[in-house]
T-cell receptor, first 114, second 115 residues
């Protein structure tokens, strides 16, 4: 079955360390996204990519970085510059740019930084 | 700037009762509207969407929503809920900007179905 795979499901890191979250899709979608979810705040867009080798900052990109070297992969790095990194991170994809075609989501990675 | 307001953070309801989850948005241009559902520790799944046409939209699991342009609302309804409907529901609105659409999510409404 086609879908989006995020790994790991749970991730624990010490403060000051960079950490990379994996996102792979086999839906052949052009667009991919990273969202951050905090209780009571809905989803906030971190980065998105509409095509390979191109990506754009979302609303809360500070302290994060991404790459899009392959169509099926869109890893997110949470750097030590992110002041409050503990959150639930969701990766999504769509056939076209955001807001027209529905988003398909992975099951998320819960990151805890202590 | 567009915004999405989900008026209730939590909605408790008994099994087999009807439910309405409210969503209002602000936008000065045409919009596309979505409802997503999230079960615990999972990603979001699309329930239904409004792009154009009939203002009453039917989705999966017996849910429906009505687009009301004059009231800028897109409330989600189900005539009879089940325990399995317990989840968090997100309204999302997309508006066309000069450089592509922007999708904004509401803060979510937790639906708790009690037996």
């Amino acid at each position: 079955d086609g879908g989006i795979t995020q790994s790991p499901k749970y991730l624990f890191r010490k403060e000051g360390q960079n950490v990379t979250l994996s996102c792979e899709q086999n839906l052949n979608h052009d667009a991919m996204y990273w969202y951050r979810q905090d209780p009571g705040q809905g989803l906030r867009l971190i980065y998105y990519s509409q095509i390979v080798n191109d990506f754009q900052k979302g609303d809360i990109a500070e302290g994060y970085s991404v790459s899009r070297e392959k169509k099926e992969s869109f890893p997110l790095t949470v750097t030590s510059a992110q002041k409050n990194p503990t959150a639930f991170y969701l990766c999504a994809s769509s056939t076209t740019g955001q807001g027209i075609s529905p988003l398909h989501f992975g099951n998320g990675t819960r990151l805890t930084v202590t | 700037a567009q915004s999405v307001t989900q008026l209730d953070s939590q909605v408790p309801v008994f099994e087999e009762a009807p439910v309405e989850l409210r969503c209002n948005y602000s936008s000065s241009v045409s919009v596309y509207l979505f409802w997503y559902v999230q079960y615990p520790n999972q990603g979001l799944q699309l329930l239904l969407k409004y792009l154009s046409g009939s203002t009453l939209v039917k989705g999966i699991n017996g849910f429906e929503a009505e687009f009301n342009k004059s009231q800028t609302s897109f409330h989600l309804r189900k005539p009879s809920v089940h325990i399995s409907d317990t989840a968090e529901y997100f309204c999302a609105v997309s508006t066309l900007r000069e450089y592509g659409n922007k999708l904004v999510f509401g803060a979510g409404t937790i639906l708790r179905v009690k037996s």
